[in-house]
């Protein structure tokens, strides 16, 4: 171990110098981390110390076993949003309990470019895989940029298969499927619907399964019934007045998202109308929101922590190679469930909910 | 620069490699960042063409260049919490912006001596300055764990001043102070306090700013009008149950954050009491929920983002050593103010504000 000389500096530690400066080995820490709380003279001191000792802070051995950790990079954007929210906590807790460093990457615009960008840039930083949130998963995949990537990518909650690479999700469409069959099983036969999102793959995967169930269950699908919101609380206001503005107005409203669901009862609060007496609510996701509001929410349990957890998971045995034959991209999904509150009841049965 | 005898290392590139080994740039980083997407015989390839050119990959300088970048150790609990999950925004976004690298750890019980081994393991994984979120922070102060720290510590949000401590906060008695005036503003008397938070310093802060505002208008401060809570939606349930059962049961109800508050809007829907014509309440913080309840939530604006943002850009100022002088801790203040929503209204005047 010697061989290279390196046998003088070895043996002086940070004790030796501190003892002969006459300071804390903390303060000598602080000194060669250039803290600017130390005063000059004891920087001083300590740096006689350093030169009279030919003490040699192990820099390069610090940063290359920091180096050997497993690095997963995470591009990530609009974390503000709960669902999203959750999705990194997942990732956040998930890494820090199998000691690998997460490097986080914001999105700005999230266009393609900056998302190639991101990618890159992570690689650079030493990210043995990749982590992307929902929708930019979806755009990495349709622009080729997860295509013959340096390091494996894993896509955190895509809102359909992304053909070659590592997913993570619920079958969103089952989902939209069940919730809607149930509200059908409550006896409505209009049930409006709020897709949101354009652009990304739940726009289309949760409004086919809305119309699936419909379907199945020889009921028309009137395009009347179905309006377009961006997922916000704002839009679920402006798009569920038109609903509520229909002449034969509906007698269920399936939102897909939470907070558009909520825009949905709040609207019926301002208008006189009871949820559920006169109007059953459902959601999608089961955010934090979906108690806290009155009444409570029915809504699709997407458990966006768990699906990030087991990203993150994924993307760490990835990166150690724990994998056999890592060709085949590989489909994981979480199961989704129902879950019924307050905010639906049986057609014209409201009172016995409460 | 060639005195070290690297000259030949230094010549050859990994563009040289792959040109020998007849493969991509991206073949030859795949193989020797060990991913496992290479197959063997590529694999073989590659480090044929290595041995024969000698090659050295530059690791030790990549990975000094980037532990030369400025590191800030963030120590985190509970982001599901809307007003946490906004101090975390916060913080990526400045240090992302600032080029800062962010080192996460989570707390999984928040105790003094956890919160003492994640700070110094901080400091081993090279953090140059430390955020904590609250109240851990205030954690922190009280067991004397910031005092002669290695590096700078910066509190987020404290609910109080933390003598010795650099810190961004609000004033959160003035912030209750002011609240509790505006409901006696107008024409309410009898006014119900939730506390919460019991050992965080807002649970004694934010209720001192309410009896603060009492005695200032001539009021008497009335202990069964005062309830605690832990925060939380559920206990918020709870508590304000109590307030409202009294025999005679205030008019207006301030919560200590929006979660309580929603509860109570909530219950105040279950028993058929109008917010505001009954009852008016008023919360805190300001979290997204605020407007997505009905009716929308009066309260105090926390501005929990940009607090953690210039919580961070002050620790990576003092990480960069560009304070002059750093003996004395710094106080930074963020202005709070009152954000007027459906849920208060003049006593008996409710009407007017539909």
Known sequence: ?????????????????????????MTVSNVLNNSPRVRQATRDTVMAAVRELNYVPN???????????????LLYRNIENAFLSSILVGALDATSRLGAQLLLRPLE?????????????????????????????????????????????????????????????IDDFGAARDMTAYLIGLGHRSIG?????????????????????????????????IVTGDMSFESGLAVGAQLLDLPDRPTAIFASNDDMAAAIISLAH??????????????????????????????????????????????????????????????HYLEHRLVVRESTAMLGQADQKR
């Open 270 to 331: 301002r208008r006189g109308l009871d949820v559920p007496g006169d109007l059953s609510v459902a959601g999608f996701d089961d955010t934090p929101i979906a108690v806290k509001i009155w009444p409570s929410l029915t809504t699709v349990k997407h458990p966006g922590k768990d699906i990030s957890a087991q990203a993150a998971m994924l993307a760490v045995s990835l990166a150690r190679g724990d994998q056999e034959g890592m060709a085949a991209p590989t489909e």
């Open 59 to 73: 820099m390069a051995a610090r940063a290359l076993a920091s180096a050997s950790a497993t690095r997963i990079g």
């Open 1 to 25: 171990m010697a061989r290279l000389g390196r046998r003088t500096s070895q043996a002086i530690t940070i004790q030796t110098v501190a003892e002969r400066a006459g300071v804390s080995a």
């Open 193 to 225: 619907f709020i897709r949101g999102g354009a652009g990304h793959m739940i726009h289309r995967t949760r409004c086919e399964g809305y119309q699936a169930a419909l379907r199945d269950a020889g009921l028309p699908i009137r395009p009347d019934l």
């Open 109 to 169: 615009s999230g266009d393609p470019k900056e998302i190639a960008q991101q990618m890159q840039g992570l690689v650079e930083s030493g990210a043995h895989a990749i982590l992307i949130v929902p929708p930019y998963c979806e755009v990495a995949n349709r622009h080729g940029l997860t295509r013959d990537f340096p390091v494996p990518v894993v896509a955190m909650s895509p809102g359909d298969i992304l053909p070659g690479d590592h997913m993570v999700r």
